[in-house]
Each structure stands twice: as structure tokens, then as C-alpha cells.
């Protein structure tokens, strides 16, 4: 089994910041690309920030120069850090990683349970 727990989601005020945690767990071959995913209430899912293996990022607009996305792949984990945090920013923010368990096996999609960021005055 594979399992993504995501930790570090919490209350903070308008222009605070916040380090959201993701980790990998179980039979773990390697791991592709990584992602953040969010869903605010009444929205679809979106793209936040992904990395690929190698480090290569990709940032979705309103979070461009606010949100660092990085990866530890020795330890299983990846990280957003969230700085400048506006309202609109509150939302479920989700772990998602493409996972290979062993070398005869291809990689697929697996997902965290997500985390709570709330941000309000």
C-alpha cells in the first residue's frame, strides 16, 4: 500500500504564511511528479504548483511569486511553502504524486486526504 499524508494546514491571517508537508509512505519504487492540487468550496479542483523528480517546477498564476513548491525524494516528501496569503487562497489543498512500487510495475496516480488552509482576519 501507498499513502500520502499532508500536514501543516491551519488558520492564518491575510498576509501570513503557512508550510504545507506531504509524505510518502509504503512500497515505494520511485516517484515521478509531484503536485499540489486545492478545491475551495463550490470549485473544482485546481493545479496550485507541481515539480517533476528532477526539480523542474510549474506554478499556477495567482500563486507565482507567494508559493515554493519542493521535494526531498530521499525522504518521500514535498513541500509548498505559502507566503502572502490572501483570502482567496483558503480552500482543501491536496498532495498528489505519480508512484512506481516496484521495477515490473508502472506508475500511478495517488492522492492525499488533504489539509484545511484558512485564511481570515
Known amino acids: 500500500q501507498v499513502q500520502l499524508v499532508e500536514s501543516g494546514g491551519g488558520l492564518v491571517q491575510p498576509g501570513g504564511s503557512l508550510r504545507l508537508s506531504c509524505v510518502a509512505s509504503?512500497?515505494?519504487?520511485?516517484?515521478?511528479?509531484m503536485a499540489w492540487y486545492r478545491q475551495a468550496p463550490g470549485n473544482q479542483r485546481e493545479l496550485v504548483a507541481q515539480?517533476?523528480?528532477?526539480?523542474?517546477?510549474n506554478y499556477e498564476d495567482s500563486v507565482k511569486g507567494r508559493f515554493t513548491i519542493s521535494r526531498n525524494n530521499a525522504e518521500n516528501t514535498m513541500f509548498l511553502d505559502m507566503n502572502s496569503l490572501k483570502f482567496e487562497d483558503t480552500a482543501v489543498y491536496y498532495c498528489?504524486?505519480?508512484?512506481?512500487?516496484?521495477?515490473?510495475?508502472?506508475?500511478?496516480?495517488?492522492w492525499g486526504q488533504g489539509t484545511q488552509v484558512t485564511v481570515s482576519s
Open positions: 498528489q504524486a505519480a508512484i512506481q512500487r516496484s521495477t515490473i510495475t508502472k506508475s500511478i496516480d495517488y
Open positions: 509504503g512500497t515505494i519504487f520511485r516517484i515521478y511528479g
Open positions: 515539480i517533476s523528480r528532477n526539480g523542474v517546477t
